[in-house]
């Protein structure tokens, strides 16, 4: 198992966090949206804790891709038309931006509304701004909007990705998925 990326492919570690936090993405997209409707009570609260205690997870584990990444350098972007790169690379910057944007969003949110924060029981984490009712309004909606944004941006990405592996036929796809490799990728 090749833990940091070669020329061909991406390694496992930036296969893991990409999956992983995809994953995390997803339960905290069905998390934000029902627990709003969710009726007055203990399971309320606990659901906005694990809500925000995932969504710090999500923060610290997008700090550590991006370290990652500086350390290990990206997989070198693939050959193709000059202008198809550079939208692939804007959009992997947009998806990084939107990725540390709508937690710190969200955790802004929870200071201005005077919610204390507390890491799963663990830890309490200290206010990013001071309780305040306007900025609670802006970083609510700054919250909801960026994740909006997240949503199309994700959908153009991956249908960038399914393009790239059954139109293209190149490696795109595969160079991101652990299972798929090829003799070239062993050098
Ligand atoms: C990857 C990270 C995150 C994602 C994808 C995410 C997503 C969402 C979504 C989709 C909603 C529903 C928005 C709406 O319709 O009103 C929401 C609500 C909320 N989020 Fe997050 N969130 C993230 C991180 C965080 C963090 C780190 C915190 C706080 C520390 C947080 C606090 C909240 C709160 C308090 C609400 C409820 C707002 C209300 O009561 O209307 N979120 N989030
Ligand atoms: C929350 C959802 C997602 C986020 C935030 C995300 C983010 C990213 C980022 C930032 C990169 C660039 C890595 C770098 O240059 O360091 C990347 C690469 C990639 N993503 Fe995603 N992604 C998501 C979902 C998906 C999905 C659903 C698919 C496929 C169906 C996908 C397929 C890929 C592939 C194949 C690459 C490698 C591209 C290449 O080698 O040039 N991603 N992703």
Same mark, same amino acid.
């Not at 804790?49 to 610290?60: D, E, P, R, T, Y």
């Not at 290990?72 to 804007?90: I, N, V």
């Not at 201005?112 to 924060?117: D, E, Q, R, T």
């Given at each position: 198992?090749?833990?940091?990326? $070669?020329?061909?492919? *991406? =390694?496992?570690?930036?296969? #893991?966090?990409? *999956?992983?936090?995809? =994953?995390?993405?997803?339960?905290?997209?069905?998390?934000?949206?029902?627990?709003?409707?969710? @009726?007055?009570?203990?399971?309320?609260?606990?659901?906005?804790?694990?809500?925000?205690?995932?969504?710090?997870?999500?923060?610290?584990?997008? &700090?550590?891709?991006?370290?990652?990444?500086? #350390?290990?350098?990206?997989?070198?972007?693939? $050959?193709?038309?000059? *202008?198809?790169?550079?939208?692939?690379?804007?959009?992997?910057?947009? &998806?990084?931006?939107?990725?540390?944007?709508?937690?710190?969003? =969200?955790?802004?949110?929870? $200071?201005?509304?005077?919610?204390?924060?507390?890491?799963?029981?663990?830890?309490?984490? @200290?206010?990013?701004?001071?309780?305040?009712?306007?900025?609670?309004?802006?970083?609510?909606?700054?919250?909801? *909007?960026?994740?909006?944004? &997240?949503?199309?941006?994700?959908?153009?990405?991956?249908?960038?990705?399914?393009?790239?592996?059954?139109?293209?036929?190149?490696?795109?796809?595969?160079?991101?998925?652990?299972?798929?490799?090829?003799?070239?990728?062993?050098?």
């Amino acid at each position: 198992m090749q833990l940091r990326n $070669s020329n061909t492919r *991406w =390694g496992a570690v930036s296969q #893991f966090l990409h *999956w992983l936090i995809l =994953g995390l993405v997803l339960v905290m997209a069905v998390l934000g949206l029902t627990m709003t409707d969710l @009726p007055n009570g203990i399971d309320k609260i606990k659901t906005y804790a694990l809500h925000k205690s995932i969504g710090i997870s999500v923060l610290a584990l997008m &700090l550590l891709r991006l370290l990652w990444r500086a #350390f290990a350098g990206p997989a070198p972007t693939l $050959s193709g038309p000059h *202008w198809q790169r550079r939208m692939a690379s804007l959009a992997h910057g947009v &998806l990084y931006a939107l990725m540390l944007a709508i937690p710190l969003s =969200g955790w802004a949110f929870n $200071s201005a509304a005077n919610f204390a924060l507390r890491w799963f029981g663990w830890f309490n984490l @200290p206010r990013l701004v001071p309780a305040d009712p306007r900025l609670k309004a802006v970083f609510h909606e700054a919250h909801e *909007w960026l994740f909006w944004i &997240l949503v199309a941006v994700v959908v153009l990405h991956a249908a960038a990705a399914l393009k790239h592996h059954f139109v293209d036929r190149d490696g795109v796809l595969m160079r991101m998925l652990p299972w798929f490799r090829t003799k070239k990728d062993e050098t």
